[in-house]
């Protein structure tokens, strides 16, 4: 930060933005990445950079935070929710070709939790379909899909750094840009319609309004702080999938119990230890359990509340389908706590309480 103070350049797309895209574009092999305030603001350029309109369609599952759909629905496009598999609650591959329509415009799988959504066929549904994949990979950075980096495998992916994600700078996020042929738009979408990011490679001898954009990039001071979190990254993901694997052999007895269900993380799938979450059984109170933990000084969240089920999903969404495990799932859904520098001791706790609670 103090670097970045005494460079005298606080603006967006100085030398900790480029240091930042450089490491994002080596880890995950993408074409270019370009950082953003935000996941939200990341896909909210996706969908000015693939020119969605009034009436587009984009397939997505309603388990999934609101930004996956807003940036569509910002510019007209209806979001049309697929259900999620039973394992890693990621849109379910086999059912996106029976939501297709003539209307179609991309598919956005969400990578929850930071496992891989089944990439291999969604591509190839893509490719059949000649359709676009927008990676919502907000969850998903140094995690995999056999060998290649999330955010990368889609046409664009876009990453969020926000204070809650593995990889932080406050609010932040980036898009990647897979296909070279949509980088230079990106650009100037980025920059408020301007061809100002190829001025300041000398490419133009003034820039100028060029297509529509706005402000997406992030300042000097965030990107230095990113930048610190980049250099530990490794260390950081390496740590936090030890916090995972330590909950996943405390709670292995209970899962054999039929207590609850543990994640599950399909062979393919590299995952980065963001999120560890259970399923309970379905006659589980959600809320009585959240409570007593509170009680013991445990705080337990869950999330999502289904996009078809809320008020500006019905109105702005159509559900494909009954969502019939969205709908249940999301219901049986919660997250332990987690953060870098959670103890063996806490976590015992967290799993003791849990272990007495469900016995009750
Ligand atoms: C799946 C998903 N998409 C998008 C976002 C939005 O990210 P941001 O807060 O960086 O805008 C989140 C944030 O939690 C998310 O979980």
């Not at 980096?149 to 932040?172: P, Q």
């Not at 959240?290 to 702005?316: C, D, Q, T």
Request: contains cysteine; glycine residues 8%; hydrophobic residues 40%.
């Amino acid at each position: 930060m103090a670097e970045a103070q005494s460079n005298h350049r606080l603006s967006g797309d100085g030398p900790f933005t480029r240091r930042c895209q450089q490491w994002i574009e080596r880890n995950t092999g993408s074409a270019k990445a370009l950082l953003t305030h935000s996941c939200t603001s990341a896909l909210d350029l996706a969908a000015l950079l693939l020119d969605v309109k009034a009436g587009d369609e984009i397939i997505l599952p309603s388990f999934t935070f609101v930004s996956t759909a807003n940036a569509f629905v910002l510019r007209g496009a209806v979001p049309v929710f697929v259900d999620i598999r039973p394992d890693t609650l990621n849109l379910d591959e086999r059912l996106i070709e029976a939501a297709i329509t003539p209307r179609t415009r991309a598919i956005v799988p969400v990578h929850y939790a930071g496992v891989a959504c089944e990439m291999d066929a969604i591509v190839a549904i893509a490719r059949r379909h000649d359709l676009r994949i927008v990676e919502d990979a907000a969850q998903g950075i140094r995690a995999g899909y056999k060998g290649r980096a999330l955010g990368a495998i889609g046409d664009l992916g876009c990453f969020s750094f926000h204070e809650t994600k593995n990889i932080i700078s406050g609010e932040g996020g980036g898009l990647l840009v897979r296909d070279s042929g949509l980088v230079s738009r990106a650009e100037i979408i980025r920059e408020k319609g301007t061809d100002r990011s190829r001025f300041f490679r000398g490419e133009v001898d003034k820039y100028t309004w060029q297509d529509v954009g706005s402000s997406f990039l992030p300042g000097e001071l965030v990107a230095a702080y990113l930048w610190a979190q980049l250099e530990q990254a490794e260390r950081i993901t390496a740590e936090r999938i030890a916090i995972w694997k330590r909950y996943h052999e405390l709670l292995a007895p209970l899962e054999a119990e039929g207590l609850l269900r543990r994640p599950i993380i399909p062979v393919d799938c590299q995952h980065n230890g963001h999120i560890y979450y259970i399923l309970i059984a379905p006659e589980t109170d959600r809320d009585y359990l959240l409570g007593e933990w509170r009680r013991r000084g445990i705080h337990a969240v869950f999330h999502y509340v289904p996009l078809h089920s809320s008020p500006a999903g019905r109105r702005f969404g159509r559900a494909h389908g009954e969502l019939s495990l969205t709908t249940s799932l999301s219901h049986r859904l919660v997250r332990l706590p987690m953060w870098l520098g959670l103890g063996e001791a806490e976590q015992q706790r967290v799993c003791d309480a849990l272990e007495a609670i469900l016995r009750k």
